[in-house]
């Protein structure tokens, strides 16, 4: 088979069984892999608490891993959110999503509980469930190092173990699926880690073909500012955003109560490389190399974490900010989530964290002690516990990242529609709104918004379903990788048929939720947004957001797609329909 293997690995852990299972072709050609065949496998759980021990926990590649289209090198984790009970799929790069392709597997689809903490061991060899007991507790490095002789590692640092619903699962070489808690479901399960290694490799149709789109997408990507530019994200990483959000006024600080914080050239993107010359430190094969980290292997923050150990909580300190990054990486936590707990929790104490305190509170919440144990709540439970909810900067529980919505009009709905809660990645309207990618747009309407995030959502769901990364779209588009498709499967795709895929995996995405009791009630932005103004200086306003056009601009979006005013179905049978 050309591109898929054609396979997928199911193992449970209540038995200690595995067992390799053969998927339909028309399945793989109509949801790809990723995020889109994570999204089908889930189709028969999707109702399960997200710490039910059914609750499958998947791991997918796409079609075009093991080959070499640019940015491919990438998986999906998908399941359900403990922190906040929405369908979740969290993108990673890394060596892990290759050596899973190499193993034979489009996915890997892990149930039940260990009896006992536990190591799945993938190989040419077989497949074998290891005790973990001298693991748990270790950090994500020591864990990998133990088990680097075996493969590419995926693992759950402490915060895991002890069920912080922000936990994330870390790859060896320091890319993580963060976002949702998804570290807490493995945790869970008595799963320490998985490690896999193999040696198989990814047939292609036509290589010549997929030679020539590759070759067209690098011409694209050298052509592209945003990437390959001065001021690139291949050069300085994505804290290079810092000056630029400083600049629009749109830096969420002190929780949100203000746009534009005076200490943030500290950590940019200029003043992290004069600091520490960092080298690349980007996903395997990616030409762009976005990543950076130390001259010792140290990971580097990117632009979100930070923004919020910075501005968020009123931190100018870099040495502290890299600390604070590094204690998520190495514990396994989720930077965007911890940080944003820590200021609202702040904000409601009155006082916020000093530099030197950063690293401590990180532990703490990691090893659920002292104020740590309120901390691994997450923003929205910690602040309905002390009585002040509305101080969560939160959507569906999903802290939000560090690009302010009363800055950029799309951002606010997009924060929203969002299937896993207040995320920037699934529509990015900050591309248009402030990159200028494809075609700049009025950052300051809503007008449009709502038929550009849904096409933003659809593209980049198809990117996920190919697990390529959305970077790419800022030099290519889903022209030249439905070329780099074609190439690889012998199947005619065109960018038509990968939006439309798109489009139906953010469909079952949004059935699954309103399954789950997801409304219209719950795409919301906090209060805060509509009645207090951001921080307007150098000749820019920041209101705030008019909730009027807001809510017209929510209700454009659902006539858009097919819903009720509700944000819902009323279509029972819809999952019936597809595929």
């Keep these: 088979m050309n591109g898929w293997t054609g396979t997928i690995l199911r193992v449970d852990l209540n038995a200690g069984t595995a067992q390799r299972e053969t998927l339909p072709t028309p399945l793989l050609e109509e949801y790809l892999g990723g995020r889109g065949l994570g999204m089908r496998l889930m189709r028969d759980h999707f109702r399960l608490a997200p710490l039910d021990p059914a609750m499958p926990l998947i791991f997918a590649v796409g079609p075009l891993c093991g080959t070499p289209a640019p940015t491919a090198a990438r998986l999906l984790v998908v399941s359900r959110s403990p922190l906040t009970g929405t369908i979740c799929a969290c993108s990673a790069g890394g060596r892990f999503a290759r050596r899973l392709k190499a193993a034979g597997l489009d996915a890997l689809v892990i149930t039940g509980r260990s009896q006992k903490p536990a190591v799945l061991a993938i190989g040419p060899d077989g497949i074998t469930i290891l005790p973990a007991g001298p693991l748990w507790g270790r950090d994500v490095p020591a864990t990998a190092a133990a088990l680097k002789g075996r493969g590419s590692v995926a693992a759950i640092g402490p915060a895991g173990e002890n069920g912080v619903p922000f936990a994330s699962i870390v790859m060896d070489e320091g890319s993580s699926a963060d976002r949702g808690g998804l570290g807490a479901v493995m945790g869970a399960k008595n799963l320490k880690a998985v490690v896999v290694d193999g040696n198989r490799v990814t047939a292609i149709a036509d290589p010549a073909a997929l030679d020539k789109a590759r070759r067209d997408v690098l011409r694209l990507f050298n052509a592209s500012p945003v990437i390959f530019g001065p001021l690139g994200i291949a050069e300085f990483g994505t804290p290079v955003l810092v000056d ?171 924060y929203c529609t969002s299937s896993r809660g207040g995320c920037h990645l699934q529509a990015y309207p900050i591309s248009h709104e402030i990159l200028r990618k494809p075609v700049p747009t009025d950052r300051f309407t809503f007008s449009g918004k709502a038929r550009i995030i849904t096409i933003a959502e659809d593209t980049n769901a198809a990117m996920d379903s190919l697990a390529a990364c959305k970077f790419a779209l800022f030099g290519a588009s889903l022209e030249e990788y439905a070329e780099l498709l074609t190439a690889a499967t012998g199947i005619g795709y065109s960018p038509q048929r990968l939006r439309e895929i798109g489009r139906r995996i953010c469909l079952t995405e949004r059935f699954y939720n309103c399954a789950n009791g997801f409304s219209r009630k719950d795409d919301r932005l906090p209060e805060r947004f509509f009645s207090e103004p951001g921080t307007s200086g150098d000749g820019i306003h920041i209101p705030p957001i008019d909730r009027r056009r807001f809510e017209d601009e929510l209700d454009k979006y659902y006539r858009i797609r097919g819903l009720n005013a509700d944000g819902c179905f009323d279509d029972a049978g819809f999952l019936e329909k597809l595929p």
């Excluded at 094969?285 to 009123?314: M, W």
């Excluded at 944003?340 to 919440?365: H, K, M, N, V, Y």
Aim: with cysteine.
């Design 244 to 414: 630029l959000m400083a600049q629009r006024r749109m830096t969420p600080t002190g929780n949100f109560r203000a746009t534009f914080f005076e200490g943030s050239a500290a950590y940019s993107g200029p003043a992290i490389k004069e600091a520490f010359t960092p080298r690349k430190n980007g996903c395997c094969d990616c030409p762009i190399q976005c990543r950076k980290a130390t001259e010792q292997g140290v990971p580097l923050p990117e632009y979100e974490t930070a923004s919020h150990f910075g501005a968020l909580n009123g931190v100018n300190d870099l040495q502290a900010i890299v600390a604070a990054n590094r204690v998520c990486n190495d514990l396994g936590l989720d930077g965007i989530s911890a940080a944003a707990t820590i200021a609202a929790w702040s904000e409601i104490r009155g006082e916020f964290p000093t530099a030197e305190q950063l690293p401590g509170l990180l532990e703490d919440t990691a090893l659920r002690r002292g104020a740590g144990e309120l901390l691994a709540l997450g923003s929205r439970r910690l602040a309905e516990r002390l009585g002040r909810p509305e101080l969560s900067m939160s959507v569906k529980s999903l802290e939000l990242p560090a690009y302010d919505p009363r800055g950029a009009y799309g951002m606010a709905l997009a």
